[in-house]
């Protein structure tokens, strides 16, 4: 299989352990659930009762009837990934490469169309050789033209979204003390859509999504 790493470097390899999700937006899918690596034996010792209850059987010895009884070490969670969920991750950890380079290749396209707009930012547009494509943004050229550009999405049956809202504006952070400092991340958030962004996308639809940016 032919990876893609920064510096050398794979995501997930940075730290003692990493999570993945493979949520349904995700670069892989497996319609929920995610994955813990890392390369400590003693986290893993840790991390893999979690999922279960803290139980010291899983599903599929209990499933097997291989284990009659169980201990619980600690209190635990239900984070089971099931085995359907699982074996649609390893058929999709078969296309991720070649998914990714559509991804990258549509970024390509979308930078040419964007490029081509007086004012929209593409941020980190020239990142396309070890970015995993996941997310196609665009930077508005003002607050107003963003409303007016979404709206017009809608109209034409495009769906976008916003990746990210600023945190501290959710209630569970309500409490930070940075709140009245982040103008920057607000000026973003106010002119920042992410468009359609998916393997199967075809190339002919990116100057149509684009040229509906174009008309506002
Ligand atoms: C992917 C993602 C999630 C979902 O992650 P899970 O751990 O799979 O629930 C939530 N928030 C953000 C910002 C994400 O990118």
């Known amino acids: 299989m032919r990876t893609r790493s ?26 929920e659930g995610g994955m813990v690596v890392t390369n400590r034996a003693d ?66 396209l979308y930078r040419e169309a964007v490029g081509s707009l007086g004012g929209w930012i593409m941020p980190f547009a020239e990142a396309t050789e070890y970015s995993s494509g996941h997310l196609m943004v665009v930077v508005a050229p003002n607050p107003n033209i963003r409303e007016s550009a979404v709206h017009a999405l809608r109209q034409s049956g495009i769906q976008s979204s916003m990746h990210y809202p600023c945190v501290a504006d959710f209630t569970a952070f309500a409490g930070s003390s940075h709140r009245d400092d982040l103008e920057v991340t607000r000026q973003f958030t106010r002119r920042a859509i992410t468009l359609p962004l998916y393997p199967t996308l075809n ?3 990116i100057n149509s999504i684009v040229d509906v940016l174009r008309t506002v």
């Open 43 to 108: 986290l893993a010792e840790r991390v893999r009762p979690l999922r279960s209850h803290g139980m010291t059987t899983l599903t599929w010895d209990r499933h097997k009837g291989h284990a009659g009884s169980y201990d619980v070490v600690n209190p635990g969670y239900n984070y089971r990934l099931d085995e359907l969920h699982a074996a649609l991750g390893r058929a999709q950890l078969k296309k991720l490469d070649r998914n990714n380079q559509r991804r990258r290749d549509l970024l390509g």
């Open 6 to 31: 920064m510096n050398g470097v794979m995501a997930g390899s940075i730290g003692d352990i990493s999570a993945f999700s493979f949520f349904s937006n995700k670069n892989i899918a497996a319609g």
């Open 203 to 205: 190339p002919d639809r």
